[in-house]
Structures are given as structure tokens and as C-alpha cells.
């Protein structure tokens, strides 16, 4: 579930991971990895496998492998009279 395999000939085999956005988040090369290692892979990262293509997916798999956002601070107030915006961390995304 929320896996999808393309075939680029020629291309070594890499797993592309995208935020729910389908931002580029990792690749990790798939070259060297037995079909074995590569199952275990996709389960470690938290997809989920259904026993036919047909079944049903648990709700708690819906958006799975999708890891919850951070707890982010509550926002402050800037200061009287500040023209700077207020500063983010690297990981904090202020869109979210």
C-alpha cells in the first residue's frame, strides 16, 4: 500500500521516498539488496503489504508509511516594532 514500483531501463534500482507533498525525502539504492532485504526494507520503513491486491487496507495503514509531524512549539508573538520575521528551525516547515 502507497507503494509504487516504475521500471527504468537502465537505471540501478533505487527506492525514492516522497513527503505527501511528493517532495524527494531519501533514495536509497536497491543494487545490492536481495528481494528478501528489500521486503524486510519496505516493512522496517512502515508499509504496509495486503494479502491480495484487492484487500482491504487497516485504517491505521491508510496513509502508513507517513510518520507523524512533529510537536511544534506554540507560535510567539513578535515583539513591538520588530521587521524581522521570526526565525525556524531547519526541520520546523511554517506552511504545515
Known amino acids: 500500500h502507497n507503494l509504487e514500483m516504475k521500471h527504468l531501463p537502465g537505471a540501478d534500482p533505487e527506492l525514492v521516498l ?8 531519501e533514495r536509497i ?7 528478501e532485504e528489500i521486503n524486510l526494507l519496505v516493512q522496517e520503513l ?5 494479502e ?3 484487500a482491504p487496507v487497516p485504517e ?9 509531524l512533529p510537536t ?3 507560535p510567539q508573538a513578535p515583539t513591538t516594532g ?3 520575521p521570526p526565525k525556524h528551525d ?7
Not at 512502515?46 to 495486503?50: A, D, E, P, S, V
Not at 491505521?60 to 507523524?68: L, M, R
Open 46 to 50: 512502515g508499509f504496509y503489504r495486503k
Open 72 to 74: 511544534l512549539p506554540p
Open 90 to 96: 531547519e526541520g520546523e516547515h511554517p506552511d504545515l
Open 29 to 35: 539504492p536497491l543494487s545490492d539488496m536481495t528481494r
Open 52 to 54: 491480495t491486491p484487492d
Open 60 to 68: 491505521e495503514f491508510q496513509f502508513a508509511p507517513a510518520k507523524p
Open 18 to 25: 516522497l513527503s505527501h507533498r511528493y517532495e524527494e525525502l
Open 82 to 84: 520588530s521587521k524581522t
